[in-house]
């Protein structure tokens, strides 16, 4: 079945700092990846997702970059702030109806 | 403008129980999915329901089962509780039933089993 990989797991980063997060997936059929921003004890919140149509998407401090050839994804945020502090998960989704999420990346941003 | 409402939003049950939860979609949202996330891990779908049918369903046991009401409104059931099952089980609407559409997911229910 499809499988997304997500890396790193923690992430460390100082307030100002760029934060990276990499993932991969197996369905070559996938279309349409969403990053999700989850705060401890609460809902994930979708912050950007882009369309297998487009590289890269942008939205003020969030980047998401997506090379197909490679089945690669990345998130890019720039300019870090502590409220930044989260765990985010990617997902792929495709022909199917559901969406396929990576393990996640714990961030913490600090002041 | 309410989003995905859950409930309950904390259940405590014991092995070989039975669990009943309940999820309301964004007003207007006809499609609703529920995901299972392990404490460290990412979600993970259980099923798709949209226009009060089964679209998809993720590589749970038949112990899990759901339905989606007239009102778009949907059931997780799941029968002889184990205590793998102990997780934060969320519900997410979307417009549609395709993985293209944004999914709005709700708080969630907290389910621990004894």
């Known amino acids: 079945g499809e499988n997304v990989e997500q890396h790193p797991s923690t992430l460390s980063v100082q307030e100002g700092d760029s934060a990276v997060i990499k993932c991969t997936y197996s369905?070559?059929?996938?279309?349409?990846f969403p990053w999700y921003k989850q705060e401890l004890g609460k809902r994930p919140q979708l912050i950007i997702d882009?369309?297998?149509?487009?590289g890269e998407k942008k939205d003020q401090r969030i980047a998401v970059t997506l090379n197909k050839t490679a089945k690669h994804f990345s998130l890019h945020i720039t300019e870090t702030q502590p409220e930044d502090s989260a765990v985010y998960f990617c997902?792929?989704?495709?022909?199917?109806?559901?969406?396929?999420f990576g393990k996640g990346t714990l961030l913490t941003v600090n002041p | 403008d309410a989003g995905v409402t859950q409930s309950p939003t904390h259940l405590i049950k014991t092995r070989g129980q039975h669990v009943t939860l309940r999820c309301s979609p964004i007003?207007?949202?006809?499609?609703v999915s529920w995901y299972q996330q392990v404490l460290g891990q990412g979600p993970q779908f259980i099923f798709q329901?949209?226009?009060?049918?089964?679209?998809g369903r993720g590589n749970f046991p038949d112990r899990f089962s759901a339905r989606q009401f007239p009102n778009y409104s949907s059931e997780l059931n799941v029968n002889a509780l184990l205590l793998g099952d102990s997780a934060l089980y969320l519900c997410?609407?979307?417009?549609?039933?395709?993985?293209?559409?944004?999914?709005?997911f709700g708080p969630g229910t907290r389910l621990t089993v004894l």
């Open positions: 997410a609407s979307s417009l549609v039933g395709t993985s293209y559409n944004e999914q709005f």
């Open positions: 329901y949209y226009e009060k049918e089964e679209r």
């Open positions: 997902a792929s989704g495709g022909s199917n109806y559901k969406l396929t």
């Open positions: 007003s207007g949202h006809k499609s």
């Open positions: 882009i369309r297998s149509n487009v």
């Open positions: 369905d070559s059929a996938s279309n349409y």
